[in-house]
């Protein structure tokens, strides 16, 4: 009888003693920072061909009352969580009770009519443009663990919003607006509570006995470990998730449930073949780019091996799912540790069962004189986030915000190293300097055009106060000191540096660009944050 390859090579290292102690000695040392008495930790878990081959755990699980990790210890998965909510929604699609492609609204009505149909296939994938709710109830000041949020405050952000980030399946924008909206048409389909249609479809056919929602955060969960982040004070503090939500994240598992999960993209026991292919279904622009993400997966590769992933982190919880496919491997890392880095740790521990790398190709680099790197010195826009990038030459080398450019020719750079981003420069104009693209992997590309510093001469002409309906807040920005400042009840003060004209940025990476009425009067601002373009606010009269 003919033994498959993954199953040989497991039978092989299960049936070498000193290999499996070399293994299990090299994933101790990947988590020896956290395997001690006194900090919390990580469990892991490793199977190739469906047979585990490795379970691990290190830390404590309740510093409080002395508890360790363990193999059965229930973590919180973060956003590894997506892709059993992209699940469900496949399942009624096999029901015939919904279509990928439909409008959401047909099924969310509460949701504003944008022009373009959103579809359920554009929540999926992250290409609808809603805004991040999180985001903008962070830009209110109530930033995700400061109140109880439920499904229906998520409706009540997103009802509120007047504009999307951009056209629906033009970009690729994370959203957990989007995972949220997938939960309740679950529930609003099914005629049934979303964690009860996914235990009865997913958890239980898969014998996933360990894994629940957590929909109601005050529900006693047996075993489960707390979740803290490491304070200033060099201390483990408690930083629990104090909210409803779930859909994006809530999933409430072991690392052993996470390979049953696993598992069933080899068996198809829950939805078949038809349900594997489908979530790993990557995504398709308008423009025709294909990109990584899928559906709660993320299609991809790691040190040119497929792989197939999605990180998580909630509150104090990390988390890290990842399979390749080509070796039947799969590694589960689950942490209730904010410091602890479950991607990082995931692929390192992923390095020890992958076949060795091969030297990646060295790159011809392009010599060129101080002067033609000169030439591309200053600062750069974001066209699609208005996020300045400042480029400058340092001990004979272009950076970008401290990252190297590595020259291939006087036109094209790579942004960070051989295998970074590919940076191509616009042919410059007479006395003007020339644009940019960086272009990933994928073949997404950003346009970046030069601006100009800008200091502005009445640092006045912008103080007074500007609300926004679609965050329900106010922000007071006056002059304090020589220095413009943003003020947010109850506390909150911010320091706006100017960038380029009627720009500012703050320490945290917003950005602020105003906006003018006929007569040069500042009238408003658009703030631009990680997943939140362009948040209108209109300055207040006096």
């Given at each position: 009888?003919?033994?498959?390859?993954?199953?040989?090579?497991?039978a092989?290292?299960?049936?070498?003693a000193?290999?499996?102690?070399?293994?299990?000695?090299?994933?101790?040392?990947?988590?020896?920072?956290?395997?001690?008495?006194?900090?919390?930790?990580?469990?892991?878990?490793?199977?190739?061909?469906?047979?585990?081959?490795?379970?691990?755990?290190?830390?404590?699980a309740?510093l409080?009352?002395?508890?360790?990790?363990?193999?059965?210890?229930v973590?919180?998965?973060?956003?590894?969580?997506?892709?059993?909510?992209?699940?469900?929604?496949v399942?009624?699609?096999?029901?015939?009770?919904?279509?990928?492609?439909?409008?959401?609204?047909?099924?969310?009505p509460e949701l504003?009519?944008y022009?373009a149909?959103?579809?359920?296939?554009?929540?999926?994938?992250?290409t609808?443009?809603?805004?991040?709710?999180?985001?903008?109830?962070?830009?209110?000041?109530?930033p995700?663990?400061?109140?109880?949020?439920?499904h229906?405050?998520?409706?009540?952000?997103v009802?509120?919003?007047?504009?999307?980030?951009?056209?629906?399946?033009?970009?690729?924008?994370?959203?957990?607006?989007?995972?949220?909206?997938?939960?309740?048409?679950?529930e609003?389909?099914?005629?049934?509570?979303?964690?009860?249609?996914?235990?009865?479809?997913?958890?239980?056919?898969?014998?996933?006995?360990?894994?629940?929602?957590?929909?109601?955060?005050?529900?006693?969960?047996?075993?489960?470990?707390?979740?803290?982040?490491?304070?200033?004070?060099?201390?483990?503090h408690?930083?629990?998730?104090?909210e409803?939500?779930?859909?994006?994240?809530?999933?409430?598992?072991?690392?052993g449930?996470l390979l049953?999960?696993?598992?069933?993209?080899?068996?198809?026991?829950?939805?078949?073949?038809?349900?594997?292919?489908?979530?790993?279904?990557?995504?398709?622009?308008?423009g025709?780019?294909?990109?990584?993400?899928?559906?709660?997966?993320?299609?991809?590769?790691?040190?040119?091996?497929p792989?197939?992933?999605?990180?998580?982190?909630?509150?104090?919880?990390?988390?890290?799912?990842?399979?390749y496919?080509?070796?039947?491997?799969t590694?589960?890392?689950?942490?209730?540790?904010?410091?602890?880095?479950?991607?990082?740790?995931?692929?390192?521990?992923a390095?020890?069962?992958?076949?060795?790398?091969?030297?990646a190709?060295?790159?011809?680099?392009?010599?060129?004189?101080?002067?033609?790197?000169?030439?591309?010195?200053?600062i750069?826009r974001?066209?699609r986030?208005?996020?300045p990038?400042?480029?400058?030459?340092r001990?004979?080398?272009?950076?970008?915000?401290?990252?190297?450019?590595?020259?291939?020719?006087?036109?094209?750079?790579?942004?960070?190293?051989?295998?970074?981003?590919?940076?191509?420069?616009?042919?410059a104009s007479?006395?003007?300097?020339?644009?940019?693209?960086?272009?990933?992997?994928?073949?997404?590309?950003?346009?970046?055009?030069?601006?100009?510093?800008?200091?502005?001469?009445?640092?006045?002409a912008?103080?007074?106060?500007?609300?926004?309906?679609?965050?329900?807040?106010?922000?007071?920005?006056?002059?304090?000191?020589g220095?413009?400042?943003?003020?947010?009840?109850?506390?909150?003060?911010?320091?706006?540096?100017?960038?380029?004209?009627?720009?500012?940025?703050?320490?945290n990476?917003?950005?602020?660009?105003?906006?003018?009425?006929?007569t040069?009067?500042?009238?408003?601002?658009g703030?631009?944050?990680?997943?939140?373009?362009?948040?209108?606010?209109?300055?207040?009269?006096?």
């Amino acid at each position: 009888m003919k033994i498959p390859g993954a199953a040989l090579a497991a039978a092989l290292w299960a049936g070498s003693a000193h290999a499996q102690a070399d293994s299990v000695a090299r994933v101790d040392s990947i988590f020896s920072r956290w395997s001690a008495l006194d900090v919390p930790g990580c469990a892991v878990t490793v199977a190739r061909g469906g047979r585990t081959l490795l379970t691990r755990a290190y830390g404590m699980a309740d510093l409080e009352h002395d508890v360790a990790n363990s193999a059965e210890t229930v973590f919180e998965a973060g956003s590894v969580s997506k892709q059993f909510t992209a699940a469900a929604v496949v399942l009624l699609a096999q029901d015939g009770k919904l279509s990928l492609d439909d409008p959401v609204r047909r099924y969310v009505p509460e949701l504003p009519d944008y022009g373009a149909p959103i579809r359920i296939r554009h929540l999926l994938n992250h290409t609808s443009g809603l805004r991040d709710w999180g985001t903008v109830e962070e830009i209110a000041g109530w930033p995700r663990g400061t109140r109880t949020y439920t499904h229906a405050h998520v409706l009540d952000i997103v009802g509120r919003q007047r504009a999307i980030n951009f056209p629906p399946g033009s970009q690729y924008l994370y959203s957990n607006t989007g995972y949220n909206l997938l939960a309740v048409i679950v529930e609003r389909v099914s005629g049934m509570p979303f964690a009860r249609f996914t235990r009865e479809r997913i958890f239980q056919p898969l014998g996933m006995t360990r894994t629940e929602w957590r929909d109601d955060y005050t529900r006693v969960v047996k075993g489960r470990a707390q979740a803290y982040e490491m304070g200033d004070d060099g201390a483990p503090h408690l930083q629990m998730p104090f909210e409803n939500v779930h859909g994006n994240g809530g999933l409430l598992t072991t690392v052993g449930d996470l390979l049953r999960w696993d598992e069933n993209f080899a068996t198809g026991r829950v939805g078949g073949r038809a349900l594997v292919d489908e979530l790993q279904r990557r995504g398709v622009l308008t423009g025709g780019r294909r990109i990584e993400y899928a559906e709660g997966l993320v299609v991809t590769r790691w040190r040119g091996i497929p792989e197939v992933n999605h990180s998580g982190a909630t509150a104090g919880y990390r988390a890290w799912l990842a399979r390749y496919p080509e070796q039947r491997l799969t590694v589960a890392v689950l942490c209730n540790a904010a410091q602890a880095n479950a991607v990082t740790f995931g692929r390192r521990v992923a390095d020890v069962f992958l076949p060795a790398r091969a030297p990646a190709p060295a790159l011809p680099q392009a010599a060129l004189a101080e002067a033609e790197l000169s030439a591309r010195a200053g600062i750069y826009r974001n066209t699609r986030t208005n996020v300045p990038v400042r480029l400058a030459v340092r001990d004979g080398r272009l950076v970008a915000n401290s990252q190297p450019l590595l020259p291939l020719s006087a036109t094209r750079f790579r942004l960070g190293g051989p295998e970074g981003p590919a940076v191509e420069f616009e042919p410059a104009s007479a006395g003007a300097r020339a644009g940019m693209r960086v272009i990933a992997a994928d073949g997404d590309t950003i346009a970046y055009e030069p601006v100009e510093a800008w200091t502005p001469a009445n640092l006045a002409a912008f103080a007074g106060e500007y609300r926004s309906d679609e965050a329900e807040v106010i922000y007071t920005i006056a002059v304090e000191s020589g220095k413009l400042v943003l003020r947010r009840r109850p506390d909150v003060r911010i320091e706006l540096t100017p960038v380029y004209r009627d720009a500012f940025t703050t320490e945290n990476g917003w950005v602020l660009r105003f906006t003018r009425d006929r007569t040069g009067r500042v009238n408003g601002f658009g703030l631009w944050v990680e997943r939140v373009r362009g948040l209108r606010f209109e300055r207040v009269p006096r």
